[in-house]
């Protein structure tokens, strides 16, 4: 197989896998961080706002979500994507079940992140009269950026190993390349290179993310 030919089945590959892994991250973000502040300022111990009950239903929903394996969560989300997308194949209808894999994930991210910030601060913004919104954008979300982007970083990497697995399934992408051709059709040629990019992704991204927390921290 020439290089020519690689090429393209490689690129496109990349392609839709960094489509993918992109959304995933948006949409586990949006559902996410509003799950995580929730998870947080609801904690019965250290919240601002303590609701036992409502806070131990939705770590509930977040652990029994966290722990349902990803290939098994994807097929029970393939009506959902089919619903949505219209296909229950392919990488546009992949990023349903990567961005609901990922979000109870990132909510527990944003909890753990949040209740990292010294108590201190916040009895101290509390003092001021701060309310608790201004308390959560004001005080807990800029304090804990660091972790937070640590987080992000994190769970990007999760969505390209997330990303990859779905393609035994037909989610598209690299993953998919590797086991179609690879696997399937016993062509090294094309799997090598699509394994190769895929850990070059990991390091790109773990080094961007670590660069940005260290700056973040360094201006403190």
Known sequence: MS???IMSLVWPATLQTLAMVLASTVFSL???????????????VTGITPRPVLYQVLTRIVNALRSFPFMILMILLFPLSRLIIGTSIGTA???????????????????TALKEVDSGVVQAARTMGSTNTQIILKVLLPEALPSLVSGVTLTIINLIGYSAMSGAIGGGGLGDLAIRYGYQRNQ???????????????????????????GLMARR
């Open 3 to 5: 290089f020519s030919t």
């Open 30 to 44: 949006i559902l996410g961080l509003p799950l995580g502040i929730l998870l947080c300022v609801t904690d019965p």
């Open 93 to 111: 209808a992949t990023i349903v079940p990567l961005s609901i894999a990922a979000a109870p994930f990132v909510a527990r991210i944003i909890e």
């Open 188 to 214: 090294p040629l094309v799997m090598i290179p699509a394994v190769i990019i895929i850990l070059i992704m990991v390091e790109v991204i773990q080094f961007i993310g670590s660069r940005i927390s260290s």
